[in-house]
């Protein structure tokens, strides 16, 4: 499953709850939630650890909106809309932590 | 039907701060009628939506809980509700309007892992 | 693959009718087909045609329905959500009908992903 | 005392609009005066006449009409947020005039408490 | 100063920059905040101690359609709308921490 | 002017994700016309709007960044910057776009205590 998050980590708990609940799978940090990409987030720690867990990609067209497109955690993978869309196909189903 | 899904609806958010709970409900009614295979989840906030003993008057609202009963009459049984999510909360399966399952959330991953659709609110 | 897509937040306030229409065009751009655009909650909000953003901004009213026109998509409105909400055909865009909740569950039926928007 | 409120959402989606009206009622009550409530942000889209909410709910938009009328509350809607999002004098309930955001500032520098109620 | 707060403590960051940022006066809960007021709640422990720092109340209309108002944490003291406008008056300013 | 008002804008959220932002600018530039003593304030996640090389191309939406450094024009001097939120998010002085008053967070504290009118956003 793609589990798709679009909040900001340290304003929000959707990222948070998401890695409690799912177990294993992709993620895909979109819009607001680009932030929790990005290295020296205090959410940095917390990304590591679920990289053991999932593949985690990061929206590149929001990382670049917002300025952090060089601050992308180590193993989290850049994606554009294109990659987006294939990542959608490539899982059966797909769930936003809204 | 041959053509049966399995639907979940996801609710994390808390009632009458915002419209998606009761919204939500407007949509898993509709499901029913088209004979698919629905589940109702319950995380985070959602949980609250359970909650009984909602007295809306006071902020002249309609009190849109007792839907949530309604549901068996349209056929949906299976409510699942996080453990984790109730505990944090302070809230028990006594406090809540419905009969739920209680799942902990590796279960509840997993039970999100057999879906066809989900739609999360 | 045959895609149904869900927005359930207005324009301009969040990004989801961005996201969700950035995708489309990358779904179609893919060889995909996007059968059905369902808008729910203040998503019914993108259906006004009487928004008029600045100059220099992006019309998203107007990026759906030339998406419609274009590409055949089905742009529907939640008609419950849209009467809370003051979206009627009297100030509907082109490209969009309002219609019943079901067409959302059809969309969840009918095609291969359901992909939702929202805030 | 003088109040001037800020309502930063739209109807029924969050209950900020709900609760700036019943803050306002209560003040009123209170022997207080509501001078102006500016509508900025979604919260444009409380000033649609279009709105029509199901019978057994409240109808949001004719609350804020009623209290003009009653009380001569001052409800304006900021312009460049309205055009954004389709809000018109063709679309516009009664008791509400568009204007701009200088009418915000002015409220902060005329009345004796600002109350913002959003999301 | 008073301090207004409308987001669950559970969900968004709202409550807990509040009272990191602000080091005394007043805080009204309204709407899905009024969940940080209650006994049970994995907030408890941190309105117990803001309570040493702040006066906090609740709305108690908004905790009533939440079905909860027999669980306020002792020490919060519930207001109606009116009790709200009051606390408005008394302090010289309020902050929405939307 | 007799009447003039300690005006605050707190900017606590990102940019894009929502409009709050842009929106809060617009209200910033229209306050400086009313000759009011205007601060304005970043805190959590409202430290990203500062951040140097937005490029929006992609998400299709304007960069309205670059107004920031527009405000010196308009006599709006005071933006203060909260420490605690630049450090819980990796991001240094020199990664903003305009130069800020970084604050710890008591003093921030005690600067909003200061106001006559405080906006969130």
New interface residues.
């Given amino acids: 499953m793609l589990h798709i998050i679009n909040k900001s980590p340290l304003a929000n708990n959707a990222l948070d709850s998401c890695l409690r609940v799912a177990q294993s799978g992709e993620i895909l940090l979109i819009e607001d939630a680009v932030y929790a990409a990005t290295a020296g987030n205090a959410f940095e720690g917390k990304i590591r650890k679920a990289l053991e867990r999932f593949r985690i990609h990061v929206l590149q067209p929001d990382l670049e909106a917002r300025g952090l497109a060089d601050r992308v955690i180590e193993g989290v993978s850049p994606v554009d809309y294109g990659g987006f869309v294939d990542l959608t196909t490539t899982n059966k189903t797909c769930q936003s932590w809204l | 039907m041959s ?1 049966i ?1 399995k ?1 979940m609806f ?1 609710n ?9 709970a009761l ?1 939500a409900l ?2 898993v009614l ?2 029913a ?2 004979d ?1 295979d629905v589940s109702l989840v319950f ?3 959602g949980v ?1 939506q359970l ?13 849109f ?1 007792p839907a949530y009963r309604a549901l068996e009459g349209y056929d949906i049984e299976k409510l699942y509700v ?1 453990k ?1 999510s109730l505990e ?4 028990s399966e006594e406090d809540l309007l419905v009969d739920v399952t209680v799942l902990g ?2 279960e ?3 039970l ?2 057999q ?7 | 693959m045959k895609f149904g897509i869900v927005v359930n937040e207005g324009p301009y306030q969040h990004q989801a009718s961005d996201t969700a229409y950035l995708f489309c065009k990358a779904a179609i751009a893919k060889g995909h087909e996007v059968w059905r655009v369902f808008f729910y909650h203040d998503g019914v909000n993108n259906a006004s045609r009487l928004t008029e953003p600045p100059q220099d901004d992006r019309n998203i009213v107007n990026r759906w329905s030339k998406l419609a026109e274009e590409h055949g998509v089905d742009l529907v409105v939640c008609v419950a959500a849209a009467l809370r909400r003051g979206i009627k055909e009297e100030n509907l865009a082109q490209g969009f009908r309002i219609s019943g909740l079901g067409q959302l569950v059809e969309a969840g039926i009918k095609t291969d992903r359901l992909v939702v928007f929202g805030d």
């Fill in positions: 053509n899904k639907f996801v994390r958010k808390a009632p009458y701060g915002t419209i998606y919204e407007e949509v509709i499901t009628a088209f698919q995380l985070d906030d609250y909650k009984k003993g909602q007295q809306t008057k006071g902020i002249e609202t309609k009190n809980s996080e984790e944090a909360r302070g809230i959330r590796a509840m991953g997993a999100m892992d879906q066809d659709v989900v739609l999360s609110f």
